[in-house]
C-alpha cells in the first residue's frame, strides 16, 4: 500500500475489530447454548481490567491493575454471553468469583487446542481503539503456532 494514501474517512480499523470481537462472542455463545466445550477446546481471554464495564472482585483488581487473562476450561459456571460481553463463574484460590466482561475489553483470546489466536487493541473510554501493551500477569500455558495457520492478528496504526 503506497505510504502517500489519503487517510480513510471510514473507520475499518474499528470495524475489523468489532467484526472480531464477534467472533469471540458467537464461539461463548456456542458454549453457553450447549453447557460445555467441545471436545478439548478451551479458552484463553486476556482482557483490560479497568475497561469501563468490566466488574471483577477487588482483589482481583489489585492483583492485576492492567490487565489478566482468564482460563475456560474444566472449572467454569454460569456463563451468559450478551451483545457487548459476558459474566462467567471462576474459582481463584479455591474462592468463587463472577466476572462480567465487555467484548471491548478483551485484547486476546486463544484456543490452544486448535492453535486459534486472536489480538485486539483495547477500546479507550470514547470507542476509540488504545495501543496493546503486554500484560505482566500469568501468560497461557498453550502458545499459539508462530507460523500463521489459524491466526488472525489485527494491528491497525491510524496517520495522524
Do not use: C
Not at 475456560?72 to 459476558?86: A, E, H, P
Not at 470514547?126 to 503456532?145: F, I, K, R, T, Y
Request: hydrophobic residues 40%; glycine residues 8%; aromatic residues 8%.
Amino acid at each position: 500500500m503506497p505510504s502517500d494514501a489519503p487517510d480513510s474517512l471510514i473507520p475499518y480499523d474499528e470495524i475489523v475489530q468489532e467484526a472480531l470481537r464477534a467472533v469471540v462472542g458467537r464461539v461463548l455463545g456456542e458454549v453457553e447454548s450447549t453447557g460445555h466445550l467441545p471436545g478439548e477446546h478451551h479458552f484463553y481471554i486476556t482482557f483490560k481490567t479497568g475497561a469501563a464495564g468490566v466488574d471483577i472482585p477487588r482483589h482481583l483488581t489489585e492483583r492485576f491493575p492492567d490487565e489478566m487473562t482468564i482460563v475456560i476450561q474444566n472449572r467454569f459456571w454460569d456463563l451468559k454471553v450478551g451483545g457487548d460481553g459476558f459474566e462467567v463463574g471462576l474459582s481463584f484460590n479455591q474462592a468463587p468469583a463472577r466476572l462480567v466482561i465487555p467484548f471491548s475489553a478483551i485484547t486476546g483470546f486463544v484456543d490452544p487446542a486448535v492453535n486459534f489466536a486472536l489480538q485486539f487493541q483495547a477500546q479507550a473510554e470514547d470507542g476509540s481503539l488504545q495501543a496493546h501493551e503486554e500484560a505482566e500477569n500469568d501468560h497461557p500455558l498453550g502458545e499459539p503456532v508462530e507460523d500463521g495457520s489459524n491466526v488472525v492478528a489485527v494491528d491497525f496504526k491510524r496517520k495522524k
